[in-house]
T-cell receptor, first 115, second 114 residues
Framework: DAGVIQSPRHEVTEMGQEVTLRCKPI?????LFWYRQTMMRGLELLIY????????DSGMPEDRFSAKMPNASFSTLKIQPSEPRDSAVYFC?????????????FGPGTRLTVL | AQSVAQPEDQVNVAEGNPLTVKCTYS??????LFWYVQYPNRGLQFLLK??????LVKGSYGFEAEFNKSQTSFHLKKPSALVSDSALYFC????????????FGQGTTLQVKP
């Protein structure tokens, strides 16, 4: 299995621009998570999906952030408009609640820099 | 509500010495506990987990963790530290019995010096 795939790996954009981060979970996994990691705030859970349905988006910082999961193999996290304080590493993770392996598997992350 | 605490921001140990990274938890019901490691510029990698059974759990890279129900702890250990073990370590607990959501601690930086 290729693991969780994220793209792009690095994104540099200017304030005010729209940013879209992409994630492909491990095939067969029914949960997908979006995290953000910064030095100041550590690892934060933004939103997670179960069977493509958003379950908890209480970690989404502002209305500028939105996430979708149109099918079991793809999810996006969009920031519009982006601001410098959004600069962080964004991770996607997935897991299968129905197996004997409850651990989450993380992607390599997208390093976002907003100038 | 479930929670995890890692009381040390950083742990320093000399290469070859044993290491311990501490984690305490608070859950209702039986805990599912996890350790992850993050190397610089990488995603989190799963190290080991406790679900049930033996209190001493063995994982990747020679790491092990001891589950202590009375002390609600799940400390990560390694008998002999390597410089390459230097990384950020996260403890986590699963929220509830029927969810994939994990609650992560704030992380502990392990520094192994030659």
């Amino acid at each position: 299995d290729a693991g969780v795939i994220q793209s792009p790996r690095h994104e540099v954009t200017e304030m005010g621009q729209e940013v879209t981060l992409r994630c492909k979970p491990i095939s067969g996994h029914d949960y997908l998570f979006w995290y953000r990691q910064t030095m100041m705030r550590g690892l934060e859970l933004l939103i997670y999906f179960n069977n493509n349905v958003p379950i908890d988006d209480s970690g989404m910082p502002e209305d500028r952030f939105s996430a979708k999961m149109p099918n079991a193999s793809f999810s996006t996290l969009k920031i519009q408009p982006s601001e410098p304080r959004d600069s962080a590493v964004y991770f996607c993770a997935s897991t299968n609640s129905g197996t004997g392996r409850p651990e989450q598997f993380f992607g390599p992350g997208t390093r976002l820099t907003v100038l | 509500a479930q929670s995890v605490a890692q009381p040390e921001d950083q742990v320093n140990v000399a290469e070859g010495n044993p290491l311990t990274v501490k984690c305490t938890y608070s859950v209702s019901g039986n805990p599912y506990l996890f350790w992850y490691v993050q190397y610089p510029n990488r995603g989190l990698q799963f190290l080991l987990k406790y679900i049930t059974g033996d209190n001493l759990v063995k994982g990747s890279y020679g790491f092990e963790a001891e589950f202590n129900k009375s002390q609600t702890s799940f400390h990560l250990k390694k008998p002999s530290a390597l410089v390459s073990d230097s990384a950020l370590y996260f403890c986590a607990v699963r929220e509830g019995s029927n969810t994939g959501k994990l609650i992560f601690g704030q992380g502990t930086t392990l520094q192994v010096k030659p």
